[in-house]
């Protein structure tokens, strides 16, 4: 059995002992450097903010993959489900704002829509877990991989057709959470609403970090995501454990499905480039490495950034994919490794 | 696989000296098999499938069971998931649709006729499939799925920018195969098309390349341990079902004349197939072309009648993927040939 996350070591450890990584990293800074030049520091600043949301996004499809093995391909949708149950809690209190001001539950508003949107994620991970994983994984462990795979990529087409079906296809926006003037932060001008996505994307992934780091429960999971068999030996209940982790990276992926919500606004295939960010951020650093999600968010960033900037925005599906093939070639494993390689 | 065997051993014990079974039996059909053909190949000369529109819905039909018997080639003998089938497929397309272009749309007029430009888009989807699966089929098989899907948006997002040669999102006009407006010829090809996909394919299953797929999907250890070299065979597997993807997509080009990236190259396109071969049967090849068929017909059948639904068929897909998937993997194969098994089984 091999290794399958790295909770253990340090940031700091995880670096210098990892030779492709600091090359990556180095190389991101001197790019962020050179955009910089470039453009200002408002590039810089954007960049830091959405590898933030990236990197939320990513921790949720690491820490599935790592402790459950399974490659999660619905994690767009739980996007999208944290962004439409935010509408919904969200616009109403708005609206009632207008009738009736009240200054403190206008800056509160917003939060209680995103809360509202990772209880319901949570509530979504145990659901999907219990009647969709846990029979498969009575069924058979036998190609458990690619079965989890076809399994996620149908909970994906049905949620996102389903929501169709129900909602229609059509926009639901807001224009911002926060009705007040934008900041400035080095002189560059920055909406509130940003500033506070990225606040809630740091406190999200320290609060888990907390969790996994301190807590006893969160230490079964770094156990499980070690070692099955050796975890259950030692008295950790999987039925437990897996509602609870996959209940954890849906809530993850909602809370930044609710707080991007006035960037993205809330429609049934709105979960599609946050999917395909997150897993271009896992297949980078390394699958089921919780860390390199976090870290290779901001470089994912930057790069995406950097793209933008240098070849034009119609070029930002092209140009990762061969960076990516070039990853691929040099490190199979991913930049911050997680020894998984064939088979 | 066991689907396999069971329908073997039935012909071997009670037809064995028919010489018109066996040669049936070594192209891979059982003689029910051959029936349905036949019957296929028949449904449009006799109404009420004598209608252009039912004709198109049955090659539309032949068009789908040709693809899923290449993704289940992958998936269900490699346990590799081809998640770029339907961008591969529209890379075929879209470069047969280039080379045969006359028209000064486009910054180029090759010219070349389409039944040349069908197989060099096919050669072209063989190449990144072959590339492809040597980049990614020496990591574990989810390597190769989600790279093949960046590779798929990758490909799509380059249709999408090239617009001096694909028009991009406006979508591009290839020439038609046949002189002809009638639909009749064009379901005969695709017909044919679809059937050497199927024995070119089960024809190799069933060689020694076949036993070694086999083996690896089933146990990738222990087929290294019988010294299969997993990578040669995986990506000579996935270079095939890709050549195919391209033709099938040259098909798709020359016959609905219109190309535009997001109709053809979608994932979505790509989980339709995929949702058709397991619900089939998973390394059946042929479940996936049995329940094509109906398929269409039922989905057409739906979005006539529920047309304020839009998706409806589409979650219908999803659900029953997913109920196959969980509760009964052998899907359609696997209930046909449980059938056949009690039939013998009474009969002996």
Request: glycine share 10%.
């Amino acid at each position: 059995m091999v290794e399958k996350s790295s909770f253990g070591s340090s940031i700091m450890e995880t670096i210098t002992e990892n030779l492709p990584a600091s090359i990556v990293i180095v190389a991101t800074i001197v790019l962020t450097i050179v955009i910089g030049v470039v453009t200002g520091p408002s590039q810089i600043l954007n960049s830091i903010i959405t590898g933030g949301m990236w990197a939320l996004l990513a921790v949720g499809l690491a820490l599935v993959f790592g402790v459950m093995n399974v490659p999660h391909f619905a994690h767009g949708e739980s996007f999208m489900v944290g962004a439409y149950v935010a509408y919904f809690v969200f616009n109403p209190i708005n609206t009632s704002l207008g009738e009736s001001p009240n200054p403190f539950l206008g800056a509160i508003a917003p939060f209680i829509g995103i809360l509202a949107a990772g209880v319901a994620g949570l509530i979504l991970g145990v659901i999907l877990e219990r009647f969709l994983f846990y029979p498969l994984r009575l069924r058979t462990k036998q190609g458990w991989v690619m079965n989890a795979f076809l399994l996620t990529v149908g909970i994906s087409f049905i949620l996102t057709n389903g929501t169709t079906l129900v909602l229609g296809p059509n926009f639901r926006g807001i224009p911002r959470y926060w009705d007040v003037p934008p900041l400035t932060i080095l002189g560059v001008t920055m909406a509130v609403d940003r500033v506070v996505a990225f606040f809630i994307a740091v406190v999200s992934i320290a609060c888990l970090w907390f969790f996994l780091r301190r807590t006893r429960t969160g230490r079964a999971i770094r156990a499980v995501s070690q070692d099955e068999l050796g975890a259950q030996m030692m008295g950790i209940n999987l039925n437990f454990i897996f509602p609870l982790t996959f209940a954890l990276a849906t809530a993850l992926a909602a809370i930044s499905g609710a707080s991007l919500l006035f960037m993205f606004q809330a429609y049934p295939t709105v979960g599609l480039q946050p999917l395909y960010m997150a897993w271009y951020v896992v297949m980078m650093a390394g699958l089921g490495n919780v860390i390199g999600a976090i870290v290779g968010g901001f470089i994912v960033a930057v790069l995406q950034t950097a793209t933008q900037q240098f070849f034009g925005i119609s070029w930002a599906d092209v140009i990762p994919t061969v960076v990516m093939i070039v990853v691929l070639l040099v490190v199979p494993q991913g930049i911050f490794g997680s020894k998984i390689r064939s088979s | 696989m066991a689907s396999e065997t069971v329908a073997s051993v039935h012909v071997d014990k009670t037809e064995r000296a028919n010489p018109v079974v066996s040669f049936l039996h070594s192209i891979g059909f059982t003689p029910l098999g051959a029936a349905l053909l036949v019957i296929v190949a028949l449904l449009p000369l006799v109404p009420p499938f004598n209608q252009e529109h039912m004709i198109r819905w049955l090659i539309m039909g032949a068009f789908l069971a040709a693809q899923a018997a290449a993704f289940d080639f992958t998936a269900g003998y490699i346990q590799v998931v081809n998640f770029g089938f339907a961008a591969i497929l529209g890379l075929g397309a879209y470069t047969s649709g280039i080379l045969t272009n006359t028209s000064p749309v486009l910054a180029v007029q090759p010219g070349i006729s389409p039944w040349i430009g069908i197989f060099a888009g096919a050669i072209l989807a063989g190449l990144v499939g072959l590339g492809l699966g040597w980049l990614t089929l020496r990591l574990r098989g989810i390597f190769a799925a989600v790279m093949a899907w960046f590779v798929g948006i990758a490909l799509m997002g380059l249709v999408r920018n090239l617009t001096e040669l694909t028009r991009g999102p406006l979508g591009m006009n290839p020439t038609s195969l046949l002189e002809t407006t009638s639909n009749l010829p064009y379901y005969y090809i695709i017909l044919a098309m679809m059937l050497i996909v199927y024995v070119l394919l089960r024809l190799v299953t069933r060689s020694n390349y076949g036993l070694a797929f086999k083996a690896i999907g089933q146990n990738i250890a222990a087929a290294k341990a019988s010294g299969i070299n997993p990578t040669k065979y995986r990506v000579l597997n996935f270079a095939l079902s890709a050549f195919f993807a391209g033709w099938l997509g040259g098909f798709y080009a020359h016959y609905f004349g219109s190309l535009t990236p997001q109709t053809l190259m979608h994932t979505s396109k790509t989980v339709e197939v995929l949702a058709l071969a397991y619900i089939g049967g998973r390394g059946s090849m042929w479940g996936g072309m049995v329940v094509a068929f109906p398929f269409v017909f039922g989905i057409e059948q739906l979005r006539s009648q529920f047309t304020e639904l839009a998706g409806l068929h589409l979650v219908i897909y999803g659900a029953l993927m997913i109920v196959v998937m969980i509760f009964y993997p052998d899907g359609v194969a696997g209930l046909v040939n449980w059938v056949k098994e009690k039939i013998s089984g009474a009969r002996e």
